[in-house]
């Protein structure tokens, strides 16, 4: 037993440690149970606890104690807690032999090895069996270390077997740091090469900086500090770096298709001109072409935005809301549509290349959509820097309506011009000395000022235009047309002095203008319709009359007597004082029956060289007399004398 146990000890030398013995104990809580009386716990119940409880109190129905060492025959009748109790007894005592039978071992075993170098005090342990069988200083522990020929044999190649373990290990380690020179060398690369290409994007004026929310990404603003919040809040793109060191600029913030704002003009539903898209970026473009793309792209759309929230304010200005634009009646034929185009995406049914004879006016509304978005910006700016801001919610960019205006006013400058030419053209067909000047005043801004500022005010307060309309030598006005901001433009009407000198105007006295200003041009035209048969009247009583006055006989046989003629009381015509039947009438206007056509009208009643009455109306354009001749030979020939 004793050499089994030294020979199991050599098999894990130096190691004192008492074999593991098996559990006896429950290994789960249902052991637990089975162990104790399982059928104690389904008979369990209130009313036996309580019996059992007044039975130990009174003393009653308490057992004898159980003899552990009584004879099998006894045991037979016995419970199972009991049988129990003695089997653990039995298995207490067979480990306690066992552990004591190892501890002699372990003893016999120290004692041995203490007795070869000092015999003296190992002795008193030793039990006289091992001393016996073994005997005094035959093992000892510095038996271990000494070489023996087998391990002497054996040293050279532990040796080389070492060295060979020490030059795999370096070049194993050799080999690491070589992977991991270049892993360095390739991160050094791309860390380059992706600063470098930020450094390059702030040295073109792009601001960079760490991601708000990732302190380790750097990012790049390529929004607009005085952009509406919803745009501003998404203006800066994280810079990534992809494994070639190239930056990856993230665009999920504002979608990953470029966008540009596009006008175009319809003719009848027909394309005419379109504003011209610029082709896509590559993924490989240099970052700075990358960012220049990503800030055009939030400006279209925040363009876009702010159109649609300004074009539910203007539906009665002619703007329509469309599923994908956004539509401005020009004119019964003219249309301006405005959209957000996809860039890469071509319009279905249209070559993109055709040229329009309208693509330069398209051309030329896109830039300044862009530019009023940029005075919007400047004019947030500057209403931040005032004390005392109103911080409600943002309010609506002037962006269609200075452009609405604008072709307002100069649709009504075309449409007066067109008017008033109309009219000068009939005076003329009656060979009437009349004429028309316009002058209109070079469009300038503010000196210094940004172009966004300077186009704002151009379209907004553009000057006012001049037509300095003579009708006769002596009856001239002007018309000033102003422009406003809903309706396009306004009018005033002022008399002009007289090109004679010492001559006054007549409409002054006749016809005098309002002070107001005249809401549309049709007041005007009506002003002008009843101050042009005054200015004729007045023209002719105050120069062909006073003049046959002077010279005698020049208008005809009978010299007339300034006394024959007075003015209506309308003033539209010239009568004799006797009967108020004699003489000439004018009347200018438009013709219904003849679809509007501009008329100068002269009612002539005189009596001819047979003393006879004669009337007759005569009109231009269509008359092939002047005028002039007809009212004199009626001057002349005016009532017959009593």
Known sequence: MLRQQIETMTDRPFILQVPPTQQRGPQNIAEFVARINPDAFRVLNEAEL?????????GVGQDEDVDMESSPSDNEGEPADAKDIITAKHEMLRV???TRQTTMYALDFVSLLLSKENPGQAVTTFSPGLRELVGIGTLGATMLDAPTPLTQSRIPDNKLVTIGKRLMDLNKAADTALAASKR???EIAAETKYWSEVLAVRNDGWQTSRMPREPQTMGVKFGFNNA??????????????ADNGSVLLDRSSIGHKSQRIQVRILEDGRIVGRSSLPSPVSADAPLQDRVKEMRDTIFAQELWHEINREARTLLNQGVHLEPSSITYTMDASTTVSIRLATLGEEEEGLDEQQEGPQDVMAESLNIALSLLLSHAHRMNELRRSEP???????????ILLPLISYHKYNQSIQTCLQTLSAHISVLRSASVDSSMTVKEPLLSSPPGAP?????YTILTRPPAVQFDITITPDSRIRILL????????????????????????PLATTCPPSTDDYDSLTQVVSYLQAAIPRALAAHYEAVL????????????????SPSRWMPLIDGKGIVDPETMRFGIRFSFGRNPAKGGQLELGAQTDYVDGSRKRVRRNWIWPGAQSSLDSIAKHVLAHGPPEE
């Open 545 to 560: 009359v006073v003049e046959a006055t002077v010279n005698g006989g020049m208008l005809g046989d009978l010299p007339p």
């Open 388 to 398: 005392g801001i109103n911080k409600g919610p943002p309010r609506t960019y002037p």
């Open 184 to 186: 360095l060398q390739k």
């Open 96 to 98: 306690i032999d066992q």
């Open 50 to 58: 309580r019996r059992k409880v007044e039975e130990e109190k009174n």
């Open 451 to 455: 172009a966004a500022t300077s186009l």
């Open 482 to 505: 102003k422009p406003t901001q809903l309706t396009g433009a306004a009018f005033s009407i002022c008399c002009l002095p007289a090109l004679h000198p010492g001559a006054q105007n």
């Open 228 to 241: 509406a919040p919803e745009f501003k809040a998404v203006s800066i793109a994280p810079m990534r770096r």
